[in-house]
């Protein structure tokens, strides 16, 4: 091992790239970086494979960026690959923005990653890419050791989880019944099953769901479509982007709240939020109005009118959508428990699905479908059977049955819930006491820093990115956040680095 620190990443996605390219760009002094990544997705993730074009990212280019502080970044990357192929992928007919095909994408984060690390090695790092997953890790007194269950387990200095999303959740206990796809992804391969004229049921209705029906329209499905939720929660649909910059609701001002006491609580925000609304002339009342008539409103007619609302010259849902990732991970962890309760009980879903919102002309595509009577949206959903003849039966609260050929898993995993392939590492950090489960999912973080904590506890061994926090921080899993967060950890191990002993000798350990 080469002098200098030494650090270990456990996942190599999006949430990886970020942090590489965070490092790359940093005064720490060279060492070594190990990423342990076992699947063949390596950078791109679950999310960013490759797969069909019409899969697109519900983001503009400077919301995509993985660069911190180069919001053009990935912008001038798309507009070196338009030159290179001559075409222009991902451009929005009803808003002129552009949302990038998601396979096209991961081909930015593949190349950022691979130029960070060629840069992390010109300056004399050893970076070295281990396709295994990490299944235990051992904190010692000033090491984290990582073992795959292959070899010996590798020594750090500093372990950061970037441990990424799970699949769909098999909510009806469907898997292994013929027809049914429990993770669609990549859909390029899943919906090869699917014949031309099947009645498809597609359980969600997320942007996992959109993604589904777009790719069967843009391959010629005939049959009937069927999106089955229980709320039938559609994303919102994206405004036109306008730039603008928040004033009131912004990290600062809430951490120098924060400072002057404890806790906050949704009447603190509601505050905030009405200066913001007020300096820039919008109208706090439309976007609470938006949130409640969700369960009245029927979903056709909203996803109609939101279409219809694409050029508003009115910021109120452009001000929460650049709020809620912006100032989310500083304000959650210092919101009023009872608070927080009531967002997640009451509100949680209904904002995601505005500020997580879909391309406009993917909503014109699911309009389109709609009005022909291919696709219906169907909410209530009570269950889901395989039928003794084949396919499946279908059971919604308003007493509507049917029969469906196909049905597609498109149940997003709860935002913090540890990933099935990270549950052995994660279970031995807690034994270990390293770690503690968040009640609203993950591990306990920092804010500051992004370390896992034990009993309020920071660790500036054990850092968590991406979904890992969601219960501590709420928004972790755009790539604005995940940049953030990046630089908090790479400052905060250098920072640590700085004054802490770094063993090389693995069999020589001092006291803590």
């Known amino acids: 091992m080469p002098p200098g620190i030494s650090i270990g990443v456990i996942g190599g996605g999006a949430a990886a790239v970020c942090l590489i390219d965070a490092l790359a760009r940093s005064e720490i002094e060279p060492g070594s970086l190990t990423v342990f ?18 899969v697109r990212v519900n983001a503009t280019p400077d919301d995509m960026t993985v660069r911190a502080g180069d919001p053009g970044h990935f912008a001038r990357w798309l507009a070196d690959h338009d030159r290179a192929t001559g075409t222009v992928q991902g451009l929005d007919h009803v808003s002129g923005a552009r949302f990038a095909p998601r396979p096209l994408y991961g081909a930015y984060l593949a190349e950022s990653a691979n130029t960070a690390v060629a840069g992390l090695r010109r300056d004399g790092w050893r970076v070295d890419i281990v396709p295994e997953a990490v299944t235990e890790a051992v904190r010692e007194p000033h090491r984290v050791r990582l073992g795959t269950g292959h070899g010996p387990a590798r020594a750090h200095d500093y372990a950061v989880l970037c441990v990424g999303g799970d699949a769909p959740r098999d909510v009806y206990g469907l898997s292994g019944a013929p027809g049914f796809v429990g993770d669609p992804y990549p859909l390029a391969r899943s919906l090869r099953r699917v014949g031309a004229d099947d009645h498809v049921a597609v359980i969600g209705s997320g942007l996992t769901a959109v993604d589904i029906v777009l790719s069967l329209a843009a391959r010629g499905h005939r049959g009937p479509i069927s999106l089955l939720s229980r709320r039938g929660v559609l994303p919102g649909v994206r405004q036109r982007p306008v730039h603008f910059h928040l004033r009131h609701l912004t990290p600062e001002r809430v951490r120098h709240e924060a400072s002057v006491r404890r806790e906050l609580g ?53 001000i929460l959508q650049r709020a809620v990732p912006e100032t989310g991970p500083d304000l959650w962890p210092v919101l009023r428990e009872r608070d927080k309760l009531h967002v997640l009980r009451a509100h949680y879903r209904v904002v995601m699905s505005l500020c997580c919102p879909m391309p406009p002309s993917s909503a014109t595509v699911l309009l389109d479908l ?33 029969r469906a050929t196909k049905v597609i898993n498109a149940v997003n995993a709860s935002e913090g819930r540890v990933p099935t392939g990270a549950q ?56 604005p956040s995940l940049v953030d967060r990046s630089q908090d950890i790479v400052t905060a ?6 004054t802490a002993p770094v063993l090389h000798d693995e069999t020589v350990l001092t006291p803590a």
């Open 424 to 479: 052995p590492l994660v279970t031995s950090l807690v034994r270990a006491r390293a770690a503690d489960h968040h009640p609203y999912g993950g591990l306990h973080l920092a804010r500051a820093t992004s370390r896992l904590t034990h009993d309020g506890r920071p660790d500036p061994r054990l850092y968590g990115l991406g979904n890992i926090a969601a219960g501590a921080l709420f928004f972790t899993f755009g790539i």
């Open 493 to 498: 191990i250098r920072d640590h680095h700085a």
């Open 37 to 54: 990544e076992p699947s063949r997705s390596l950078w791109r993730g679950r999310a960013y494979q490759a797969d069909d074009a019409t």
């Open 266 to 318: 949704l009447e603190d925000v509601a505050a905030l939020l009405r200066a913001e609304f007020r300096d820039a002339g919008a109208d706090l009342g439309a976007v609470a109005r938006e949130i409640d008539r969700v369960d009245v409103e029927d979903p056709v007619d909203r996803l109609r009118r939101q279409l219809g609302e694409v050029n508003s010259p009115h910021l109120g849902l452009r």
């Open 370 to 402: 709609v009005e022909a009577g291919q696709l219906t949206m169907r909410s209530g959903l009570l269950d889901i059977v395989p039928a003794e003849q084949g396919g499946f039966d279908v059971l919604t609260a308003d007493g509507t049955a049917f």
